[in-house]
């Protein structure tokens, strides 16, 4: 009995201690653990306020995009929303753009629908989309899997398919031009912040040339002067100390925009809120319709004008170009 007894007091001892070292080492790998998964978890999470955040899949010929949808908080049965396609940069995804343009919160209030297409770190590993390379087809590739998105949103939530507008900022911008000028009838405004218009490049070294304001802009497909009408209206907003995209690029697409139209620019007009920086907009016009409007920020980098501090490619001094974007397409819808 003593035996036993003596044999159970060192199991108790030796429990105890291997209960003590699993718990340190748990500890101390937990924290490990939870620092290695934080990005994965926080990439998850969903950006702050109401409404879903969907997760969704395209796929294509050219393979498949993952992307984001936000569906504003109480939309009813029936109830056709207008969509508002998010085109992130380089060094972005859905998540950061989203967090960064606050498009969310503006699509609450106003209630539309914002679809945020991902580029695959395979494809590009700064994240960007390849709208430069259109030689070997890539570029088309990708705007046919950013269709397919769009396309499997307007099959599965209530989209008004007479009311999509497409904006992007920097490559995100110079994919939307490309998407509308291969699909203008799907379109009722295009916005590009901080990009490059169709037709200025075709491979990755052009794009450089053409980042810098090298490279000619070649006007628009002869189908466009034919059928004006056809091609939505755009809006650029460039920030005069760009130094990633020079602002000539912003000055380009208004201009084979409204070259393509026929459209004729009235005088610019200054706007100046608050102390956000003051901007210059130029209106291009066809018979009293717009064709084109050129926003110029002065003071504003490579960066969404007025977009949340402390995010990448962001500046809260700009005005707000999200709000910007959303009255101009809302405009379109109207007319």
Request: hydrophobic share 45%.
């Given at each position: 009995m003593a035996r036993r007894r003596k044999a159970g007091g060192w199991a108790g001892v030796f429990a105890r201690s291997m209960q003590a070292l699993t718990s340190s080492t748990w500890r101390k790998g937990s924290a490990a653990v939870q620092q290695a998964v934080r990005p994965v978890l926080d990439k998850r999470r969903p950006p702050a306020g109401p409404g879903q955040w969907i997760s969704g899949v395209a796929v294509g010929a050219s393979g498949m995009r993952r992307f984001r949808l936000y569906r504003p908080p109480g939309i009813v049965f029936g109830e056709r929303l207008p969509l508002m396609v998010m085109l992130h940069g380089c060094g972005q995804d859905a998540k950061t753009f989203a967090t960064s343009t606050r498009m969310n919160r503006i699509a609450a209030r106003e209630r539309f629908l914002v679809l945020y297409p991902e580029q695959d770190l395979v494809s590009n590993p700064q994240g960007c989309w390849n709208w430069f390379d259109t030689a070997s087809g890539r570029a088309y590739g990708e705007a046919a899997l950013i269709m397919k998105a769009i396309d499997q949103v307007c099959l599965m939530y209530a989209v008004d398919r007479a009311r999509i507008a497409v904006a992007g900022l920097s490559a995100g911008a110079s994919m939307a031009a490309l998407l509308v000028a291969r699909h203008p009838e799907r379109f009722g405004a295009v916005v590009m912040h901080s990009g490059i218009p169709p037709g200025t490049a075709h491979s990755p070294l052009?794009?450089?040339?053409?980042?810098?304001?090298?490279?000619?802009?070649?006007?628009?497909?002869?189908?466009?002067?034919?059928?004006?009408?056809?091609?939505?209206?755009?809006?650029?907003?460039?920030?005069?100390?760009?130094?990633?995209?020079?602002?000539?690029?912003?000055?380009?697409?208004?201009?084979?925009?409204?070259?393509a139209a026929g459209a004729t620019p009235a005088g610019p007009r200054s706007v100046q809120r608050g102390k956000r920086y003051a901007t210059s907009v130029t209106d291009f016009k066809r018979r009293g319709r717009t064709v084109a409007t050129l926003v110029e920020i002065d003071g504003l980098g490579h960066a969404w004008s007025g977009g949340a501090a402390r995010q990448l490619y962001s500046d809260g001094l700009g005005p707000d170009a999200s709000r910007m974007a959303w009255a101009f397409a809302a405009r379109q819808f109207r007319a």
């Open positions: 052009s794009a450089l040339g053409a980042m810098h304001g090298h490279r000619p802009t070649r006007p628009l497909a002869d189908r466009a002067a034919a059928r004006p009408t056809a091609w939505p209206p755009l809006m650029v907003i460039h920030g005069t100390r760009d130094r990633v995209v020079a602002a000539s690029n912003g000055r380009a697409a208004v201009q084979v925009w409204a070259d």
